[in-house]
């Protein structure tokens, strides 16, 4: 099956620095995810991006799926930054999303 | 809009005991349902998913099951809980065309004692 890996495993930045978290995959897909968990265990939902670049806020994302890997891009980060994200990829149709192991952020003021 | 639920928050269950955990979506129809696990505070392990009332695949082979009683509505279910069993565990959906995006809700944390 598709495998998802995703660097660095555990990060810490301070206050108002920025960051890259990066996800690879080993197939081409069609579907694409980031995802925030926040300390409370809340999976919320950052990026759809199977392809290209979208922004939201201080967070951005882009996608090379010719490439098959993915950025998040964190800037002027806050302590509420802190969690785990986790990218997860899928194909069309009913297959589930297969998730990678996540990159454990934390920020410290 | 769309919600998620589920219940209980926290559950904490003697080894050998049943278990029931419940899940179920507002605001959408025949939406795919998932049922993941994560130990130790990271990765998650997709369980089972079902796309249709009655319609259930496991992904793992292990100690719990799943059923799909009514369209919005998803279980998981264990006879005999183990040790093993204790992680958190999350529930998503997702519409069954275009995007796929998978939302999730708040979680059970279940500690088997």
């Known amino acids: 099956g598709i495998q998802v890996e995703q660097s660095p495993p555990d990060l810490i930045l301070q206050e108002g620095a920025n960051s890259t978290l990066r996800c690879n995959f080993s197939?081409?897909?069609?579907?694409l995810q980031w995802f925030h968990q926040n300390p409370w265990g809340q999976l919320i939902n950052l990026f759809y991006?199977?392809?290209g670049t979208k922004q939201n806020g201080r967070l951005s994302a882009t996608t090379v799926a010719t490439e098959r890997y993915s950025l998040l891009y964190i800037s002027s980060s806050q302590t509420t930054d802190s969690g785990v994200y986790f990218c997860a990829v899928g194909f069309a149709g009913n297959t589930p999303l297969v998730f990678g192991k996540g990159t454990r952020l934390s920020v410290i003021a | 809009s769309q919600t998620i639920h589920q219940w209980p928050a926290t559950l904490v269950q003697p080894v050998g005991s049943p278990l029931s955990l419940e899940c179920t979506v507002e605001g959408t129809s025949n939406p795919n349902l998932y049922w993941y696990r994560q130990a130790a505070g990271r990765g998650l392990q997709l369980l089972f998913y079902s796309v249709g009332i009655g319609q259930i695949s496991s992904e793992v082979p292990q100690n719990l099951s799943a059923s799909r009683p009514q369209d919005r509505q998803f279980i998981l279910s264990s006879k005999k809980l183990l040790l093993s069993d204790s992680g958190f565990y999350l529930c998503?959906?997702?519409?069954?065309?275009?995007?796929?995006?998978?939302?999730f809700g708040p979680g059970t944390r279940l500690l088997v004692l």
């Open positions: 998503a959906w997702s519409v069954q065309t275009g995007g796929l995006t998978q939302y």
């Open positions: 991006i199977p392809s």
């Open positions: 197939d081409s897909v069609n579907n």
